[in-house]
């Protein structure tokens, strides 16, 4: 993430006096920052395709995730109020202001958007399998028999 540029808002949540779990998850919808335990669930080989057709790796997934930690470190107030406040795209507003926010900085910090273009604009899109943390190559293909 240091060398992509993408570190900052881990950093600043390691330089939160709170501590926070990252825990291994092995689902595909594992995914997810829990306030009550302080604990991001990050499975690394995990990306997502967008309704947008756009790919996250899971590396981008997990600063997805780290914004809502670092949000409910700094704001926990809003970061609570606005989750529970629906939005018809974007599921609700924390979740939009994530999707809206870093989730763009961090595809543009990573050399990934053209101008005018957008992960995605709502909350939606399909997990698979990568083949690192780091990339958005699927680990499986499928090719078409020839029968
Ligand atoms: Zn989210």
């Not at 997805?64 to 704001?75: K, R, V």
Request: with cysteine; charged share 25%.
């Amino acid at each position: 993430m240091k060398q992509n540029g993408i570190y900052d808002m881990l950093g600043q949540l390691q330089a939160s006096p709170n501590v926070y779990f990252l825990s291994e998850g092995m689902d595909f919808d594992s995914n997810q920052f829990n306030p009550q335990t302080k604990t991001i669930t990050w499975n690394s080989r995990v990306g997502f395709y967008t309704d947008n057709l756009y790919e996250m790796s899971p590396v981008e997934v997990l600063n997805h995730e780290i914004d809502h930690a670092l949000e409910y470190d700094t704001n926990p107030i809003q970061q609570k109020t606005y989750g529970g406040i629906k939005d018809p795209n974007y599921s609700n507003l924390e979740e939009k202001r994530v999707i809206t926010g870093s989730e763009q900085e961090t595809a543009q910090k990573l050399g990934k958007l053209k101008p005018g273009e957008v992960t995605r604009d709502n909350h939606g899109g399909s997990p698979y399998e990568t083949t690192s943390p780091i990339s958005t190559e699927p680990k499986w293909s499928c090719t078409p028999s020839k029968e």
